[in-house]
Each structure stands twice: as structure tokens, then as C-alpha cells.
């Protein structure tokens, strides 16, 4: 079974403190995925990587950064957390294109940020 | 830009009253159509891919079915433990092929 986990289930942080929130997929996927999830909004996507030390864009990049050092592992990074980044933040992986890239999803984090 | 639309945004259910969840979508290319199940304060679990018009997938009381503007989600005598939050994904051609598009989804609520 694939198995994606997340550092924390809840986390809570003050304005302006830098967050980490780490993620793990067991599975030997290429890609890993970082959205946020809120009420009415939907899943937005911030970040993917495809690759170890490759990054890209998603739709809501601002106020993030990500790092990939290591196949199995993606931290997403909030450099100076603020009260509109409260949110879940969940994890996913997945193959490369092709047949059968469905995106596995870890718990998630749930952050407040206050 | 690829889109997703789901409906309705919510449905409540009788036990083994069957129903469908719909989910259209506009994509240039269509590399494949997903849907998931998220329980609250969860991450959402895969259930099934479909890649082209036709093609059905069943699993237990679900069965998803696949046009070339929408998808059904077909809950066959639901029970309680099949409410949840059901997703629609779709994966196209456009700024890389990686991504998925989410729909909102629709709020599944089966009542005993």
C-alpha cells in the first residue's frame, strides 16, 4: 500500500514565526504535491516537484517555498507565517505521467496560525 | 484552462436510497479522470481512474462512468459509512501534465 505521511496532524504558530511542514511517501514516486484545502475553495494547489531539487509552481505559490532533497521527502516552507495561511495543508505523490498517476494523499496538517 | 464543476454541492440520502453524483468537466485532452472520498479532518483516498468515454469501474456500492463532458459517481443502497466528501480530479494536456484539477465537491450524507 502506498503510504504517504505528514510531520504533524495539528499544528499551531504565531504570525511571523517560519513553519516547516514535512512530508513522506514510502513508494518511490517521482512526484510530490503540496495544496491547501479551505472551506468553499476547494484543493488549490502551491507546489509540486517532479524530481529531486525540482520545483514548480502551482496556482497559489505566494508566501511558500518548498525543498526536495531526498526522493522520498518535500517540505513545504512558510517563511513568515501569517493569519490567512490558516488552513489544512495535505501532501500527495504519484508517478510520472502516464497510466496509473493517480495522486495518493497523506492525513494532512492542519495549521492555525494566530 | 482545464475546468471542474460537481453537483450538487451537497445530498442527503435515506440508507438504500441509490443516487448519483455528477461532475462535469472541460479539458484540453483528456489524460485521465479521478475520483476520491475524504472523510472530515482526513486526506482524500483514491477510488478510481477513467480514461476514456465508456469506460466504467465499480468498487463495492460505487460505480463511476465516464462521458466526454462528465462523470458519474452511481452510489447503489448507500449506508451510513459511505457519507463522506466525494471528489472529482481531471488530468490534461495543459501547463503540465502533472497536475490535477479538483472540483469543489459534493458532501454525501446517508442517514440511517
Known amino acids: 500500500d502506498v503510504k504517504v505521511t505528514q510531520s504533524s496532524r495539528y499544528l499551531v504558530k504565531r504570525t511571523g514565526e517560519k513553519v516547516f511542514l514535512e512530508c513522506v511517501q514510502d513508494m518511490d514516486h517521482e512526484n510530490m504535491f503540496w495544496y491547501r484545502q479551505d472551506p468553499g475553495l476547494g484543493l488549490r494547489l502551491i507546489y509540486f516537484?517532479?524530481?529531486?531539487?525540482?520545483?514548480e509552481k502551482g496556482d497559489i505559490p505566494e508566501g511558500y517555498s518548498v525543498s526536495r532533497e531526498k526522493k522520498e521527502r518535500f517540505s513545504l516552507i512558510l517563511e513568515s507565517a501569517s493569519t490567512n495561511q490558516t488552513s489544512m495543508y495535505l501532501c500527495?505523490?504519484?508517478?510520472?505521467?502516464?497510466?496509473?498517476?493517480?495522486?495518493?494523499f497523506g492525513p494532512g496538517t492542519r495549521l492555525t496560525v494566530l | 484552462e482545464d475546468q471542474v464543476t460537481q453537483s450538487p454541492e451537497a445530498l442527503r440520502l435515506q440508507e438504500g436510497e441509490s443516487s448519483s453524483l455528477n461532475c462535469s468537466y472541460t479539458?484540453?485532452?483528456?489524460?485521465?479522470l479521478f475520483w476520491y472520498r475524504q472523510d472530515p479532518g482526513k486526506g482524500p483516498e483514491f477510488l478510481f481512474t477513467l480514461y476514456s468515454a465508456g469506460e466504467e469501474k465499480e468498487k463495492e456500492r460505487l460505480k463511476a462512468t465516464l462521458t466526454k463532458k462528465e462523470s458519474f459517481l452511481h452510489i447503489t443502497a448507500p449506508k451510513p459509512e459511505d457519507s463522506a466528501t466525494y471528489l472529482c480530479a481531471v488530468r490534461g494536456t495543459q501547463g503540465g501534465s502533472e497536475k490535477l484539477v479538483f472540483g469543489k465537491g459534493t458532501k454525501l450524507t446517508v442517514n440511517p
Open positions: 479539458v484540453s485532452g483528456l489524460r485521465g
Open positions: 500527495a505523490s504519484s508517478r510520472l505521467a502516464g497510466a496509473g498517476n493517480e495522486q495518493f
Open positions: 516537484s517532479y524530481d529531486v531539487k525540482m520545483k
